[in-house]
């Protein structure tokens, strides 16, 4: 039987005067002390993140009762907030992943000493941007705030929760709310570059394995892939190095082409995009905000892309090294179509 400790709440709320604030606590074990951060925000009050500077405040206990406030774990950084921080060593450094109410999930990289943290990469999972105060993050579709642990055989895998993208009368008809996503694998290259890849144990729900090698495609033109169809789907898929131009695969087609979802590569500008502008026809999809990053391919890379399509959503992992998520809810039944062009 689980029972509260009698002495909560063991890190009161503050009264006013404190640098610190309590919001979604870490906590881990070094020696002989247990330290915990609370993210948060500092130049504003933490409902207020108009104006507010991410921040996390670090404290000590040796007994996960009597806790102490030792400082800010880090210097605050640009974004509105640090809401539901994560704290791990990852390689030879650590990372913060984290969440802002007007940006969702991103994360740090950087050296950990002397209970002070040097964020030295500062990356998204998530790009777009919420409205004030991060009011319409319920509704935007996108990969709002992620968490992770340490697998018995020492690998770091992450899940992240997958807003809804539909308006929020659908979600109370509808009686529920958000999905969390594919877990994912975390690690660093010796460059200390981040990797994003899928659980490799996704591989398990493999059925019904289709193959197709050496398609030829003109410009401007797209290939059906007529044996490949629905909307429970894992498809890999390279493309030949080019400098010039634009590839990509569309998922979730209807026959007319009025719904469909496209993840497209442009060459020229080395980027990376998720457009849900027409993944549905539903009236109750408000979240349409296209999902587009930075993807420098390296001299005759080949863009390695693994797309997982689930009903609702769909989930973009290019070379390993970046993660596109979105909701999609197409409403046609014969949204199933799979193009590459």
Known sequence: IWEKSPHNPVIPAPKGGEEWKTHDPCAWKDGDY?????GSNVGAPP??????????FMFRSPDLINWDYMR?????????DCAVPDFFPLGDKY???????TRGAQYYIGAYADQRFTPEIHGRMNFTKFGPLGKDMHISGDLIAPISWEAPDGRRIMIAWISEGRTREAQEASGWAGIMSLPRVLSLTDGGILQIEPLPELEMLRLEQRSFTNLSIKAGSS???????????ELVVEFEYSDYGEVGI???????????????YIYAERSLELDVGRSSLSSDVVGSTTQRTHLKLGADELLKLRVFVDRSVVEVFANSRECLTKRIYPSRPDSLGVRVF
């Open 223 to 233: 290939t059906d892939l007529k044996e490949v169809r629905g909307d429970c789907l």
């Open 47 to 56: 409902r207020d993140i108009g104006s507010s500077r991410d921040a996390a």
């Open 95 to 101: 990372m913060l992943l984290f969440a802002s109410h």
């Open 34 to 38: 247990w330290y915990l951060v609370s």
């Open 72 to 80: 800010p774990l880090y210097e605050p950084g640009d974004e509105s």
């Open 250 to 264: 569309k998922v979730c087609c209807s026959p007319d082409g009025s719904e469909e979802t496209v993840v497209t």
